[in-house]
């Protein structure tokens, strides 16, 4: 599956399992022209990134846990780009280290390492 396909995929399925809608979608990718315009300018990487962001604020902590859990497979589908979906919907504030960790652990084992280093230092 290809960037594009795999973006696609993501955005039907936070529709499809009432995570967001395609206006939220549109909204959270706005800065890209929405949800076609990160289709058009091939920006995937940005449109993943906005997403998390745009979706961690809707969950709070355990919940983002849970949704990492569920959706493993499916955020592994474009590591190159999903990876910063993963990162910034871990990123936030309100959320102690002990959970963030447990949160870094729920996400495809091959993002861990990046996050642990992004979020803690030296792993």
């Known amino acids: 599956m290809g960037e594009s396909e795999t973006f696609e995929f993501f955005a039907a399925l936070l529709i499809r399992e009432g995570f967001m809608s395609a ?4 909204v959270a990718c706005s800065h890209l022209d929405g949800y076609e315009g990160v289709l058009a300018d091939r920006a995937f990487t940005i449109g993943h990134e906005a997403l998390g962001r745009f979706l961690q604020t809707s969950l709070d902590g355990p919940a983002r846990r849970t949704f990492l859990e569920r959706f493993r ?7 190159g780009s999903q990876c910063y979906f993963v990162e910034s919907f871990i990123d936030g ?6 959970l963030r960790r447990t949160m870094i652990l729920a996400a495809p084992a091959s993002y861990q390492v990046h996050l642990e280093r992004l979020n803690f230092g030296s792993v």
């Open 23 to 26: 206006e939220q979608i549109d």
């Open 73 to 79: 497979e499916e955020l592994y589908r474009d590591p």
């Open 93 to 98: 504030v309100e959320i102690d280290d002990d």
